[in-house]
């Protein structure tokens, strides 16, 4: 009786003869055997379901990624904080806050780039104000400094006010945006003012 033989009995339909495959590399041949159902059924399942992911989260957008889904998430707790924030009075540490939300930064960028570049420049090098990237300040580096210059101005100087037009929120925010400028040393306007650390 043979090996592969179905349960002892001799019927030769019952046979099951593993076929070698022609083909052989390194020496390594294998058998031409049916794959496993339950494998089949993974195969095929995942097929399937990258199909539908890649349509959902990729082509169609129906669905955040992990990544978006975090940014959003962030971005609602910053904008509760904001909130939150406009009851109590304005700090160093208030500012300081808003610097670290990323959604916040990026509306500073916008009004800085709407209302600030024509006399401080692109990257905030300075030109008709002074440079704001460098370590030196004409009215302090502290985030309540800058608060006060944005929104009271220099008018003797031409530096505006800007109170009035941004708001509260408004001048918080790009404030915000420009403690990002600090120490980033591009080249441009000569330093003016003093050393300052914060
Ligand atoms: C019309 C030109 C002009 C515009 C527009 C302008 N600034 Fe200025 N800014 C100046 C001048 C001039 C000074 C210098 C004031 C001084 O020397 O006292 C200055 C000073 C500053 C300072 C203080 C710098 C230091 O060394 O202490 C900050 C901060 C500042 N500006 C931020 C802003 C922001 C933010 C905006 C936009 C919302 C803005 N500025 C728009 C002209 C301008």
Redesign the pocket.
């Known amino acids: 009786m043979s090996e592969h033989k179905d349960s002892g009995h001799d019927n030769r339909s019952e046979y099951v003869a593993d076929t070698v495959m022609e083909h052989e590399y390194d020496g390594i041949q294998e058998f031409d055997n049916k794959l496993p159902n339950w494998w089949l059924w993974l195969m095929w399942g995942s097929m399937v379901f990258a199909l539908f992911y890649w349509l959902v989260f990729h082509t169609l957008e129906i669905r955040d990624l992990p990544k978006g889904d975090f940014e959003t998430e962030m971005r609602l707790a910053d904008e509760a904080m904001m909130e939150r924030m406009k009851n109590n009075p304005v700090t160093n540490e208030s500012l300081m806050a808003i610097v670290e939300m990323p959604a916040q930064v990026a509306e500073g960028r916008d ?2 780039v709407k ?2 570049v ?3 420049l692109d990257k905030g090098e300075g030109l ?3 440079n ?1 990237t460098d370590g ?6 502290e985030p309540m ?2 608060h006060k ?2 929104s009271d101005g ?1 008018a003797a ?4 006010a ?1 109170m009035n037009q ?1 708001g509260p929120g408004g001048v918080q925010t ?2 915000a945006y ?1 403690m990002t400028l600090r120490n980033t040393e591009v080249a441009g306007k000569a330093p ?2 003093e050393p300052c650390k914060f």
């Open positions: 009004m800085f209302f600030c024509a006399c401080h008709v104000g002074p704001l030196v300040w004409v009215h302090g580096c400094d800058l210059i944005v220099v100087k031409g530096m505006p800007w941004l790009v404030v420009v003016e003012g």
